[in-house]
């Protein structure tokens, strides 16, 4: 198919959506079963409101306290905004995540799933989590052991925090492929319809291999100082 990707000066963000839009089709999936989460760290809301200007309305932070400076008046101006966590998180910031956020990728390890269960109870919020798994078995990476998936679903069952699914990030500087089958496999071995995978440089990648949600950062706000 060939069209003149630049004849018009489409914004990153319409090329984002274009792109998935276009990885979901070769994978017979549609568009809408991916969810583009547009990570805004780093970035103050003067680069965040033109992209909700345009109809984007999901958002992702790694560090909850540069989301509680940046975000409650960007929600309080458009209360749909949903704004999701992608960073390690402490857990004694378990209550304050809670609170502020729609959905927390980075479920991780045994106390942090207590901790958020507890937050939860006494917030009255169930805030869906996905469970990072430590793909490619990185010493210094984020995420739990890939052995341990099975202890932490138990535990969050027990719990009540609600899990969709994994999220990873894989080794940088190698094909990002085999590591996001791995994570669509291990998710299916537990019935996790969720796929938290793909950054700017691998989102096509992810969605043809089921990716659920995209956290895609850079390729829409520029690079990060
Ligand atoms: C920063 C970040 C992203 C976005 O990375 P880009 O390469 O800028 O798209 C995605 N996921 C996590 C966990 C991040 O910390």
Not at 18 to 47: F, M, N, W, Y
Request: aromatic share 4%; glycine share 8%.
């Amino acid at each position: 198919m060939d069209q003149p990707a630049t004849a018009f000066s489409a914004t990153p963000l319409d090329d984002i959506r274009d792109r998935i839009a276009k990885s979901a089709a070769i994978a017979g999936r549609p568009a809408q079963d991916v969810t583009l989460i547009a990570i805004s760290k780093t970035h103050p809301s003067e680069a965040i409101v033109p992209l909700i200007a345009q109809g984007q309305r999901v958002f992702g932070e790694n560090r909850v306290q540069e989301a509680q400076a940046k975000w409650p008046a960007l929600i309080e101006a458009t209360p749909d905004v949903q704004l999701h966590l992608v960073g390690q998180l402490q857990s004694n910031k378990a209550a304050d995540a809670v609170a502020l956020f729609d959905c927390i990728h980075s479920l991780d390890r045994l106390s942090l799933v207590t901790a958020l269960g507890k937050a939860m109870e006494k917030e009255g919020r169930q805030v869906p989590c996905f469970v990072q798994v430590n793909i490619g078995a990185e010493e210094q990476k984020g995420g739990c052991a890939i052995d341990e998936v099975p202890a932490l679903l138990a535990e969050a069952h027990a719990a009540q925090v609600p899990v969709l699914g994994l999220m990873c990030v894989p080794p940088a500087e190698v094909e990002a492929a085999p590591y996001f089958a791995l994570l669509a496999k291990i998710a299916a071995d537990h019935g996790l319809a969720g796929l938290s995978m793909g950054m700017s440089g691998d989102f096509e990648t992810a969605v043809l291999l089921g990716a659920t949600h995209v956290r895609v950062g850079s390729a829409l706000f520029g690079a990060r100082e």
